[in-house]
Structure formats: structure tokens, C-alpha cells
């Protein structure tokens, strides 16, 4: 079965603490991996799209990569305005375009 | 700013009710998805439409339906509410159908609450 899982749920940083967000999958044929980043009540705003394993891509404080099996967000010295709740997903392009998602983690980042 | 508005941004219905949402997707963009999002979960697919058909669905039952018109623009139709079906609702566009490459963009939502 299709699925994604992200760990931890939650993650409670002092600002300038790096760490990293796992978002574990397993699907078949994997064509791709969405980063995301919600605001609370907000709808999901797109990050990185990593294709293939050994990929990584940077945005300021955020990196992401790629592994066959999972991938990693990694946040160097964070700010209390990177905190939101971090959300990745995969297409199931044999589905119409299904994306599947983790249930997300959600990173409060404090001054 | 992703380009995709949605419609209303809050609404209040009663169980057994009917509910239309509408999303105006980014220009030029062919393809728009619907997505239930809970609090505290991930969002879930519902369907998709590519030119103006369905070609994708999750598992939502019949009383979910959609509609895509010539200009893109969309539509996420609920029948019979349930208590369960509040929720925030999500639309997202992309061009060009699924392709890898493909980004996928969202609006900021709909909340749906049912009483």
C-alpha cells in the first residue's frame, strides 16, 4: 500500500537549533516528492520538488533531499517565522495525479 | 500568492445539507484537484479533473461530485452533509495534466463546518 509517513509530529526548537524532518515513503515507481509548508489556517504553500534519489534543494534557511526511501527537511538556524506545520507528498501519477501526504510535523521555533 | 482563489472562505451548514465550493484556478492552468484536510492530518484527495473530466478519485463517496468549466474554474459540490464532512477544503491547480515537473499549487481553502 501507497504511503507516507513524517516524523516527528511535532518539534519544539530554540531559535538558531538546526534540525532535520524526516518524511519516510513507500510507493511504487516513485516519481517525484513535494515539500510543503502550511500556515495555521492557511492552505499549503509549495517548498521543492526533488525527483530522483541524491537530489537536494535549498531555499534560505530550508534544504531538502532524497533518498530511495525517504526524505529529509533540513532547517539551519531557524527563526521564529519558519515555525508551521511542514507537509511532503507524493504523486501517484498512475492514480490521476493522487497526491498522497504525511500527516506533517508541525515545528514551533522560539525566540 | 499561488493565483488560486477559492470561495467562500467560511461557511456554516447544517447536517443533511448541500454545499457548493468554487476555485478559480492560476492562469492557463488545465488541472485542478480537491483535498479534505482535517485538523491535524495530512490533506486527502478527493478527485481531480483534467479539461474539464474527471480522471482521478479518491475515497470520498458519490455524494461528492465536481465540475470543471472551459475556463478552468471549478467546482466541489457536497450532498446529504455529514458531521464528519467539516473540515477545511482544499483546491489545487497544475498545467498540463500529471506529469512529473508538474507543480502543484494551492489555495488558501474553504472551511466547511457542519452542525
Known amino acids: 500500500e501507497d504511503q507516507v509517513t513524517q516524523s516527528p509530529e511535532a518539534l519544539r526548537l530554540q531559535e538558531g537549533e538546526s534540525s532535520s524532518l524526516n518524511c519516510s515513503y513507500t510507493?511504487?515507481?516513485?516519481?517525484?516528492l513535494f515539500w510543503y509548508r502550511q500556515d495555521p489556517g492557511k492552505g499549503p504553500e509549495f517548498l521543492f520538488t526533488l525527483y530522483s534519489a541524491g537530489e537536494e534543494k535549498e531555499k534560505e534557511r530550508l534544504k531538502a533531499t532524497l533518498t530511495k526511501k525517504e526524505s529529509f527537511l533540513h532547517i539551519t538556524a531557524p527563526k521564529p517565522e519558519d515555525s508551521a506545520t511542514y507537509l511532503c507528498?507524493?504523486?501517484?501519477?498512475?492514480?490521476?495525479?493522487?497526491?498522497?501526504f504525511g500527516q506533517g510535523t508541525e515545528l514551533s521555533v522560539k525566540p | 500568492e499561488t493565483g488560486v482563489t477559492q470561495s467562500p472562505t467560511h461557511l456554516i451548514k447544517t447536517r443533511g445539507q448541500q454545499v457548493t465550493l468554487r476555485c478559480s484556478s492560476q492562469s492557463g492552468h488545465n488541472t485542478v484537484s480537491w483535498y479534505q484536510q482535517a485538523l491535524g492530518q495530512g490533506p486527502q484527495f478527493i478527485f481531480q479533473y483534467y479539461r474539464e473530466e474527471e480522471n482521478g478519485r479518491g475515497n470520498f463517496p458519490p455524494r461528492f461530485s465536481g465540475l470543471q468549466f472551459p475556463n478552468y474554474s471549478s467546482e466541489l459540490n457536497v450532498n446529504a452533509l455529514e458531521l464528519d464532512d467539516s473540515a477545511l477544503y482544499l483546491c489545487?491547480?497544475?498545467?498540463?495534466?500529471?506529469?512529473?515537473?508538474?507543480?502543484?499549487?494551492f489555495g488558501e481553502g474553504s472551511w466547511l463546518t457542519v452542525v
Open positions: 507528498a507524493v504523486p501517484l501519477y498512475n492514480q490521476g495525479g493522487k497526491l498522497i
Open positions: 510507493v511504487s515507481g516513485l516519481r517525484g
Open positions: 489545487a491547480s497544475s498545467l498540463g495534466g500529471t506529469h512529473p515537473g508538474n507543480t502543484i499549487y
